[in-house]
């Protein structure tokens, strides 16, 4: 009897002690998970700041001209584009277009599945995002200016909701503490995941309610905040306690316009593959015939080919991501913690409009070329190489010529 049960003693010790040992060894894998990550993600550093952007793409210019604009900083080492998550309804449309952007100025992309949310070679990960908001209700876009978010397919979305959230922990994962989100449309998918995440920075384009005291709080006025705006609501309260907000607000983005020639401009450089003139005119004449008294009050009673085509809201935010602190184009109505630009119509925050408008078409027209560095930075030294070389040609003249004297 003391024999068996000193037998089953034995059993149980030697079981405990593999499953201790198989614990231990579940956990130095994971370090070395944990380890690889942090390798990668310094190595990817050194190409610049890791970038997740969320964006509504579609009918309007403005994600376009932005997604361009990341793209020059992408190919200048300044960013490190890391993937886009697209939110907005249809989203897998969305993403495909997104794709199409991209590969127009020869960055590698593709549309992820649950197996492939990572960088690829180098392609950059598309996730179409959730149609489910963060309190697991159905997303149920407003009606803003005219343009009616309601018609969402179901495009095997169930499976989808959750894949956006996947993508982002994983980026998380990735680079701890080092990930900036550039929010350029509803947040539904940041806000699935942003309880107690550590991100480097937030970037969004909308106005924030300024008080000095109370949190800092979205404002229902801006356009991709009150499109789900329980979602802005969790993500302000959840992440700005732990990271910095960059806020552009629309009052910056009225002190510059884009011109009918400006997307000549990028449309003769793309070989009219994106034909961006015609899109924006487009979108113009859907906002005239759904919404005149909106249309009167961004456009007037002139014809809107004469002045602009369109103001760039997303486009600047890029910009501020490039200055980081803003201090060349914008002046922040509030820097504390927090970065706010453009948010009353008081003080539009932009410290010179036709500059920025000069930086803006540049960029574009860069990403289009495909161009990796910024040649208004190498023109001077190489004039000045030229010029020292003329002077030394004239002194090795002169010198010979007292010689044979």
Sequence with gaps: MKSTRGKKKGREKKRREREREDREERERERERERSEARSEALFRLKLGRPVLVITDVGKDIDDTLALLYLAYLHQRKRIVLVGVVTTGGRNRARARATCAILESVHIPSFLATESTTQLVDGRVPVVPGRSVSCLGENVVYVEVDGVNFNDIKAEEQESLDTLSLLFIEHLLAQYPGELTVMGLGPLTDLAACCENKRFHSVYLQGQAQEDPIEP???????????????AAEKVFASLAPHCPFILLGKHAAYTVGLTSKDFELWDNLSDKRLNMKSTVLNAIAHLKNNSPDVYARVFGNGDPTSSYLSRPYDPMLCVLLEEDNGSRFFKPTRSTRHTLIGASAAN??????SALHEQLVYGIQCALRGQSISYKFVRIPLLTIAAGLFVMTLRAALVASQVQR
């Design 216 to 230: 800092l709080a979205p404002s229902p006025e801006a356009f991709n905040f009150k499109c789900d705006f329980k």
């Design 348 to 353: 539009h925050g932009v410290v010179s409009p």
